[in-house]
T-cell receptor, first 113, second 112 residues
Framework: GGIITQTPKFLIGQEGQKLTLKCQQN?????MYWYRQDSGKGLRLIYY???????QKGDLSEGYDASREKKSSFSLTVTSAQKNEMAVFLC????????????FGPGTRLTVL | GEKVEQHESTLSVREGDSAVINCTYT??????FPWYKQEAGKSLHFVID???NVDRKQSQRLIVLLDKKAKRFSLHITATQPEDSAIYFC???????????WGSGTKLIIKP
């Protein structure tokens, strides 16, 4: 079996700050995803990557950058944190595309003061 | 673009009874419909999926039904147990191979 790790588990930032979230997987999966989960809402796709150095925007990409420098890692940057923002950011990976099981990390909980 | 609506935000059933969670979608091109479970304090994990070439799939106590005409799919959990308590998310693949569109989640409570 494999595992997805996300760091940090909790992230507290200030308004306007640039914040980076990291994700590592050892499944050797090609595709990785970053989702945002807001309370009472479904997951919304921010970015995905189908292979090393590939980046594809999801519906929620504005205000975020991403980087996939290695097959095993995928990082997400909040370019300018918004005051009172609170959400959980979930990283996932899958062998192929969306039509196969996605494996999720434990999440990073962001709070912006 | 595709929209997925999950109709029950909370569902409470007695232990041993069946639970049914319903989702509808808008894009007739959608062909892949997975379900994920999120237990309290944990991340999501896959439970079952269905593809548009079938209208029913069962895995132990989980049954997924797909009605393409009505653009509706549902998760049936039979003989519910306390460990079934969780938030369940439905999703649909809109045709591109990489993006899932997610429902807003149903919190399932199993009463003793």
């Amino acid at each position: 079996g494999g595992i997805i790790t996300q760091t940090p588990k909790f992230l507290i930032g200030q308004e306007g700050q640039k914040l980076t979230l990291k994700c590592q997987q050892n499944f050797n999966h090609d595709t990785m995803y970053w989702y945002r989960q807001d309370s009472g809402k479904g997951l919304r796709l921010i970015y995905y990557s189908i292979t090393e150095n590939d980046l594809q925007k999801g519906d929620l990409s504005e205000g975020y950058d991403a980087s996939r420098e290695k097959k095993s890692s995928f990082s997400l940057t909040v370019t300018s944190a918004q005051k009172n923002e609170m959400a959980v950011f979930l990283c996932a990976s899958s062998m192929g595309g969306a039509r196969g099981e996605q494996y999720f990390g434990p999440g990073t909980r962001l709070t912006v003061l | 673009g595709e929209k997925v609506e999950q109709h029950e935000s909370t569902l409470s059933v007695r232990e041993g009874d069946s639970a049914v969670i319903n989702c509808t979608y808008t894009d007739t091109a959608s062909s892949y419909f997975p379900w994920y479970k999120q237990e309290a304090g944990k991340s999501l994990h896959f439970v079952i999926d269905i593809r548009s070439n079938v209208d029913r799939k069962q895995s132990q106590r989980l049954i997924v039904l797909l009605d393409k005409k009505a653009k509706r799919f549902s998760l049936h959990i039979t003989a519910t147990q306390p460990e079934d308590s969780a938030i369940y998310f439905c999703a649909a693949s809109e045709g591109s191979n990489y993006q899932l569109i997610w429902g807003s989640g149903t919190k399932l409570i199993i009463k003793p």
